[in-house]
């Protein structure tokens, strides 16, 4: 197939999917996106010619312009712009994933320290602040106390770019420093590792330690219905363990695998050159 | 695996033979982030700075 990917920096992430993709002999097209610049009403000879573009952006809203741009010109592209909108924003995500039934965290939303302050009482301490974009457990805080609420939100609010002044809220759960990731392709996992930190934060990107895990039937069922809630595609989906059950607190559009691949008994690549192949071959089927 | 000077420190960067367009090598002299800007001949550029809505 002849296939384009978005990006601008290679993680190690995109350099095992360019290596996967080129073992197959598939026609890869880099497309750094910060080299060029992309017209409103036309795609352009190069674009044209491509069977599925890959979003590997870094930066999310480059993801989000542009997985819009692909399909306004007709280019089958993967994520698609509404799973790209949803998972860049974690006010979106959580409105999905709430209307979808699906369990997350109880999360809410104010736009005053006033508001923030009365429902982060309510949550009690700790409860968890969160920008509504961002990743990489970033700007993340575990809020202890009234006091340190207060100054806070203070601070965000006056140093804040004005999305820093949404106030995204959420009660804090006791995990003792574990969460779950698994990555799936069309609400198929692929693989799930478990990563534990000494830390309350547990991104991989943060150091935490993964070990692989079986990923049973229950949540196999919940990721059918994450990829559903969100738009669909590639995703690597969020999750904590409670007494009552697993709870959802992200969806991520541009997933890093390089953690899970590591660990799983599974090839994560070729098992997403898999999937981007069986997109291919039904865009083709369609259209002609 | 080549050897390049890191444009910060000028001490030796180790490209991997199967070095990318846009990938990031550390220095690990000076702790630079680099980007390959060029593959043939190769070029390393400074790393932009992490930008806030960067991630997965
Ligand atoms: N409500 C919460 N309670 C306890 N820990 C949390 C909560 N939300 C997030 N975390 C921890 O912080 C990490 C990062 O949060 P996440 O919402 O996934 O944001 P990011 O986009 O930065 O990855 C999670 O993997 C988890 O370890
Ligand atoms: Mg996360
Ligand atoms: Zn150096």
Known sequence: MKVGVLHSRIRRDEKLLLNELRERDHAVHKLDVRDRSFSIDQAGDQFATLELVVDRCLSSSRSRYLTAWCERHDIPVVNSATTAATCADKVRTSLALSEAGIPTPRTEVAFSIDAALDIMDDLGYPCVLKPVVGSWGRLMARIESRNMAESLLEHKATLGHYEHKVFYLQEYIETEGEDLRIVATDGVPIAGMRRSSDHWITNAARGAEVASIEVDSELETLVANVDAAVGGGLLGIDLMETQDGYTVHEVNHSVEFNALNSVAPIDVPSAVVDWLESICLETTAVSS | ?56
């Open chain 2, 1 to 56: 695996m080549t050897d390049e000077a890191c444009i910060v420190c000028d001490a030796t960067v180790a490209l991997p033979a199967d070095v990318e367009l846009g990938e990031i090598v550390d220095c690990l002299t000076c702790g630079s982030e680099l980007e390959v800007t060029g593959i043939d001949p190769y070029a390393l550029e400074e790393a932009p700075e992490l930008e806030e809505d960067w991630g997965e």
